[in-house]
């Protein structure tokens, strides 16, 4: 087994997953990109990555949705390096859907990224985690507490991540700790070309700090909980005060 830390980061080929990826790597870890369609960018990180470090960043592939595939991302992670001190369940569906038009294959997919795919990778990784008294970091969403309009699947699924991490931080001690980040609003919800400027002001009215965060503020946020070792079942939110 190596000496080097390593962190499962799940969605990681770009935005805020790719951003804790390098903040992580940074901090030492080696590094397991997932992706499911992201192919090209996964690779690009691991390039990026492994030209800092030799052999420090892997890729591998899986559908989230599908709890077999969350199984074998288990077991292929565990294969890489031999041992997990870090897993952070990034990944995420999001997408708004109004009352009266939700279906059951959007109810199974956001829950199913963004809280059952959780749980069954928390399961699977556990006995590893444990054995090096790692760490499980959930990436929620103020929204877990306050709805969003028209986005009431979405808001559940994540309500429901919360819950697993308070629930998990007791059932997984003393040798696990488990925690959470949720993220205001750090990236535009479109690209920015796309947004009005009314559109964008309406954004930062509601943020007291007056402006979105930062990619490095949810990955440092990350990194700290992964090393702050007195630390478990807390929920930190990184939105500029906007859920005061
Ligand atoms: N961005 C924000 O401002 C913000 C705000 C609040 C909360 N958050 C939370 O922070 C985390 C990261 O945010 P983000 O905006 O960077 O995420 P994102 O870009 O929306 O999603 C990250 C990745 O999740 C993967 N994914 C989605 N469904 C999947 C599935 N069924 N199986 C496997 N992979 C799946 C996708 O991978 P592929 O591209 O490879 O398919 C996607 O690239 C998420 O949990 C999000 O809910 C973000």
Redesign the pocket.
């Known amino acids: 087994m190596t000496d080097t830390k390593v962190a499962l980061i ?2 990681a ?5 790719a951003a804790t990826s390098r903040q992580l790597h940074q901090r030492g870890y080696n590094i397991v990109v ?6 090209k ?2 690779q690009a990180l691991a390039s990026e990555l492994n030209a800092i470090r030799h052999h420090s960043c892997k890729c591998i592939q ?4 599908q709890i077999p595939e969350v199984e074998i991302l288990a077991q292929e992670t565990l294969a890489s390096w031999q041992r997990l001190d870090l897993l952070v ?6 997408f708004s859907t109004p009352i009266g038009e939700c279906t059951e294959q959007q109810w199974d ?1 956001l829950f ?3 809280s059952k ?1 959780p749980l069954f990778l928390s399961q699977a990784l556990a006995p590893a985690l444990a054995n090096t008294q790692g760490s499980i970091v959930n ?5 877990a507490n306050a709805p969003l309009n028209n986005h009431t699947l979405y808001c559940m699924a ?1 309500s429901a991540l919360k819950m697993m991490t308070l629930s998990l931080a007791k059932e997984l001690a003393p040798n696990i700790r488990v925690n959470g980040v ?6 535009w919800p479109k690209p920015e070309q796309e947004m009005t400027p009314q559109e964008k002001q309406h954004i930062l009215s509601g943020i007291p700090l007056q402006r979105l ?1 930062h990619l490095d503020d ?1 990955a440092s946020t990350v990194a700290f909980l992964a090393s702050a070792n007195y630390i478990t079942g807390q929920i930190i939110a990184v939105d500029g005060g906007r859920s005061l």
């Open positions: 799940t969605g080929s770009q935005r805020l997953g997932h992706y499911r369609h992201s192919k960018q996964a899986a559908d989230l949705d369940n990034n990944a995420s569906g999001f997919n199913g990224s963004n795919a990436m929620i969403d103020i929204h994540k949720s993220p205001g609003a750090i990236l965060g949810i």
